[in-house]
Each structure stands twice: as structure tokens, then as C-alpha cells.
């Protein structure tokens, strides 16, 4: 059995159609770096083309801003079943904490709190943007989007000299050379002006001049923190890399890869015969917990909407009916074969980059634990209508079985009896803030999620 590469297989009017996923991606990938700012626009673009909020032929749901739903109903009834996708939204960031601002030194910073699986030394001394929510005590919401725009400040957390760090990190492992408290986000040094000459020393002056400009930029008290998700993530642009301009660089592919492919693929899939629908789930990259989240009940509220939308009698049997006839994609991103760590791959069963997207058939850790593993009768249900449709694709594992792992949305979904199977395209660099993808992998991911919708 021998796979092919994208390129070699795909035409040239596919090739152009290649470069026009690709462009739309990096734009998408450039402007939504959180889950509500994804949730934002993928509603703004539904309600461009006729959705509407709770429509039962064509709609969505928001469920608190970061979990979205939309739908198109198909010609068959509901009880035969529906095609899901499901994606994520949100992405591995450090958090800044409840309490965040602190001087020392006439220095000001921020603390933060990681969320996701991120490796520290990864978040030094580079360029960072801050994007997130302050609700005041009234419910005033004010968006924060800062680090982005040419004419705006960024932000950074600074490394140690290697001069001075051979004790400090050199010596230690990886893990430990920066210590979470130490991402410390570099955030102000201008003291505020003393009030009159021999006056007393005050303490903290450029805190207090920072909160002055928060108040008059933002209308924030300090207080306002314990109120506010504000995300640092990497600042500026996807970029196309490599002379040939082969791969997408950029923070956040996973799972927007997946979360852009599906949204494309639903809005390109017009008529379905069955009904179409595609979720954008959040809190995916802590273990799905939270009411936004897989693992939430939140699925089961939106399926009952849909039955008693249907004139259909909301019982558990009319559900579980339905769930039974369901087939789903687990969209999300897996890892491609660094030839320059091959010791913790597979090469005969793990992904290639640029050899098309990838279904998983398991994903979990050690023997199998906490795995989805996809029935063999619906990865040759999958096999049939992507070798039907010219879909590139290849069926993998990830890495050695005992070097790690890792889970997916997929087993929550399992729980409902539908059949679910994790596919996306490969990634280098993953979970890095520069996440690396094949364009020809993202091409194939789209295909494939538009020929599962439409079959
Ligand atoms: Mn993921
Ligand atoms: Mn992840």
C-alpha cells in the first residue's frame, strides 16, 4: 500500500482552488485568536447568508458567546440521522490571573496562568498581543483586542540573559527551566509624575500610571480583573513559509484548522439529503470540562431544539433514534512526521505532511486508554466516499505507543452511539505559537469534510 502526495495527484484547477483556501485561511487565522472571537465570526458570516438564530431549516445557536451550533436541515426526516462536525475554538494561551498587575523594580507586569498544554520556553521573548473581555461590575462588556494593529504597543515576557542562566536553566530540564510564575508579561515603565517637589516617595507610581491609562483608554479599575478574560497570545499574522510557500504558519491551527475547513465545507454544501450540522465546542484543550464544552449537556439541549422544531415528541427514544443513524467527524488536527525526531514516530502507521488529511482511527495513550476507536465498518463507510470523491487522505495513529498521546472530543460524542471517527490535517510544530500545515493537507481537509456533509 503506497500513499501519494497532494500534489501529485491533484489537478490544476485544483491546485488554483489550493492557493484560494489557503489565502482565505491565513486571513481567517490572522483575525480570530479566541473562541469568542471565533464564535463572532463565523455568526457574522451565517447571518450574511440568510441564518438565523434558532431557524429550524436554517440556523444556529450561541450558547455564552464560545459554543456554536449551525444547521441546515436535509431532504430526509430527522430520525434517519444527522452529519456532524465538530471542531474546537479554543487554543492553548496564557491566561492572565484574577489578580494580574504587579511592580517591582519601577518595572510593571502581569501575572498569567497557562491554559492547554504549552511548553514555557516557547513564550520568552517574542512578541505578544493581549485579546479578551472585561464585563464591569454593571455588565458592561469591553472587548480588548491589543497587539494586533501596526500602530499598536505589544506585549512581552523576557528571558534571562544566557549569560547569567547556566545555573538558572542551562543545567535543568526543559520543564523546569522556566517556572510558571515567571511568565510574567512586561506591561509598563513610565512612573507617574510626583506631585510637587519633596513630596514623599510614592510607591508603585508606574502601577498607579498604568491604571490611570487603563481608566482612560478602557474605563478598567483594577478591580475589573476578577471579572475579565484576558488571553496573551502570539501577536501578528499567519504567514505563508518556505521558498516554495509549501506550508500556512501561524498560531492557533489547532483545531481552527478544522474549525475553518468545516465552516467552509457546511456553507459549500447547499441541498443536503441529510441534515448538516457543524459545531464549534470550546475548553477542548483542558479536558473538555465546563458548560461550554463536549463534555457539557449542551449537544443534547441543541438535539432536543432540533426534534421540537420537527413537530417531532422530545422523548429519549426519538433522540437516541437519531444518534443511532448519526455519522460524525471529530475534526481536529494531529501531528505530521518531523523527519528531525523520527525515534518518537511510527513511519508506517503515523501522518505524513502534504500526503492529505488524516484519519485517526484512535487516539488515547498506552493501551488504548481513554480512546474513541472508530468501528471498522465506518472508516470503510469514509474509505469509500473520499476514494469516490478524490480525496487524498491516510489512516494514522499517533507517535510510538509508548512516547504519549493524547484525546479529542470524539469519545464524548461515541457516548451517544453515533459513529464518530477523529480526522485533520497533520501539523508540525503543534501546539507551538507557530503552528506549521501543509496547504495541500488543508485542501484535503476541506474536501473531505464537504464530500462527508454532502454524501
Ligand atoms: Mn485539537
Ligand atoms: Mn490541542
Known amino acids: 500500500m503506497e500513499n501519494e502526495h497532494v500534489y501529485a495527484l491533484v489537478s490544476e484547477e485544483e491546485k488554483r482552488e489550493i492557493e484560494e483556501v489557503a489565502n482565505n485561511y491565513v486571513e481567517f487565522l490572522s483575525n480570530n485568536k479566541t473562541e469568542r472571537e471565533c464564535v463572532e465570526y463565523f455568526v457574522e458570516a451565517l447571518k450574511e447568508r440568510g441564518f438565523k438564530e434558532e431557524e429550524k ?37 496564557l491566561d492572565l490571573k484574577l489578580h494580574p498587575l504587579f511592580e517591582d523594580m519601577d518595572l510593571t507586569f502581569l501575572k498569567t496562568h497557562y491554559y492547554g498544554g504549552i511548553k514555557k520556553y516557547h513564550w520568552v521573548a517574542m512578541p505578544l498581543a493581549l485579546h479578551g473581555v472585561v464585563v464591569k461590575k454593571d455588565g458592561t462588556l469591553i472587548k480588548i483586542v491589543l497587539g494586533e494593529r501596526e500602530e499598536d504597543p505589544v506585549f512581552t515576557i523576557c528571558d534571562l540573559l544566557p549569560h547569567l542562566s547556566r545555573k538558572k536553566q542551562e543545567d535543568k530540564k526543559l520543564a523546569e527551566a522556566i517556572p510558571a510564575e515567571n511568565l510574567n508579561i512586561l506591561f509598563g515603565g513610565i512612573p507617574l ?4 517637589k519633596g513630596k514623599k516617595e510614592e510607591k508603585d507610581r508606574v502601577k498607579k500610571r498604568i491604571l490611570k491609562l487603563l481608566k482612560e483608554h478602557y474605563d478598567i479599575d483594577e478591580a475589573d480583573f476578577v471579572s475579565a478574560e484576558i488571553f496573551a497570545v502570539p501577536a501578528g499574522r499567519a504567514r505563508f513559509v518556505g521558498l516554495d510557500k509549501a506550508f500556512v504558519g501561524g498560531y492557533g491551527q489547532d483545531d481552527r484548522v478544522c ?10 454544501v447547499e441541498r443536503p439529503h441529510y441534515t448538516t450540522l457543524v459545531l464549534f465546542m470550546d475548553r477542548e484543550e483542558i479536558g473538555s470540562e465546563g458548560n461550554t464544552s463536549a463534555k457539557s449537556r449542551i449537544f443534547e439541549r441543541l438535539i432536543y431544539q432540533l426534534i421540537k422544531a420537527q413537530h417531532l415528541s422530545p422523548t429519549p427514544d426519538i433522540f437516541f433514534e437519531i444518534m443511532h443513524h448519526t455519522k460524525a467527524l471529530s475534526a481536529d488536527v494531529t501531528a505530521g512526521i518531523d523527519p528531525n525526531y523520527l525515534e518518537v514516530h511510527d513511519k508506517l502507521n503515523d501522518a505524513k505532511v502534504g500526503y492529505g488529511v488524516v484519519i485517526s482511527r484512535y487516539t488515547g495513550h498506552g493501551g488504548k486508554y481513554m480512546a474513541n476507536e472508530a468501528h471498522a465498518e465506518y472508516v470503510s463507510y469514509l474509505r469509500d466516499i473520499f476514494d469516490k470523491a478524490g480525496v487524498v487522505y491516510q489512516v494514522c495513529s499517533m507517535g510510538k505507543v509508548d512516547e504519549g498521546g493524547g484525546g479529542t472530543v470524539s469519545k464524548y460524542f461515541a457516548s451517544y452511539g453515533m459513529d464518530i471517527v477523529d480526522i485533520g490535517p497533520p501539523l508540525l510544530s503543534m501546539h507551538s505559537p507557530f503552528e506549521i500545515l501543509h496547504k495541500g493537507d488543508l485542501f484535503m481537509t476541506y474536501k473531505a469534510f464537504k464530500v462527508f456533509l454532502e454524501t
Open 193 to 196: 509624575e510626583k506631585k510637587g
Open 57 to 93: 431549516d436554517k440556523g444556529f445557536f450561541i450558547y455564552k458567546n464560545k459554543f456554536l451550533a449551525c444547521w441546515r436541515m436535509g431532504s430526509k426526516a430527522l430520525t434517519e440521522g444527522l452529519r456532524i462536525i465538530v471542531s474546537h475554538i479554543d487554543t492553548p494561551r
Open 259 to 268: 474549525s475553518f475547513a468545516s465552516f467552509e465545507a457546511f456553507l459549500a
